[in-house]
């Protein structure tokens, strides 16, 4: 099992900044991708970054230029410095990491969740 663990979510005000930790913990020998998601109300979940274990990453254009997804791996942490944030960024924000499972042929990724950490930009 892994357990992912979200922090550094809340309230701030447009244009302000705001840095998401994730941190994983449990039994697995090694993480592959690792990302960051958001779910707005009444609305589908949707990428927001994504970086590799070789730290390739990728962006949501609609956050592109002003968010930072990096990673940690002797920490299994993933980061999201998030900064002009605007209104339209408000959110719950996952954690997701992709863990190689071993199904008795061959290795699987298996996409783990955090439980979420909301951030609210006030406009």
């Known amino acids: 099992q892994v357990q992912l663990v979200e922090s550094g979510g809340g309230l701030v005000q447009a244009g302000g900044s705001l840095r998401l930790s994730c941190a994983a913990s449990g039994s697995f020998f090694r993480i592959n991708n690792m990302g960051w998601y958001r779910q707005a109300p009444e609305k589908q979940r949707e990428l927001v970054a994504h970086i590799t274990s070789g730290g390739s990453t990728n962006y949501a254009d609609s956050v592109k230029g002003r968010f930072t997804i990096s990673r940690e791996n002797t920490e299994n942490t993933v980061y999201l410095q998030m900064n002009n944030l605007k209104p339209e960024d408000t959110a719950v924000y996952y954690c997701?990491?992709?863990?190689?499972?071993?199904?008795?042929?061959?290795?699987?990724?298996?996409?783990?969740w955090g439980q979420g950490t909301q951030v609210t930009v006030a406009s």
């Open positions: 997701n990491a992709d863990v190689p499972i071993y199904n008795g042929e061959h290795f699987t990724d298996y996409p783990y």
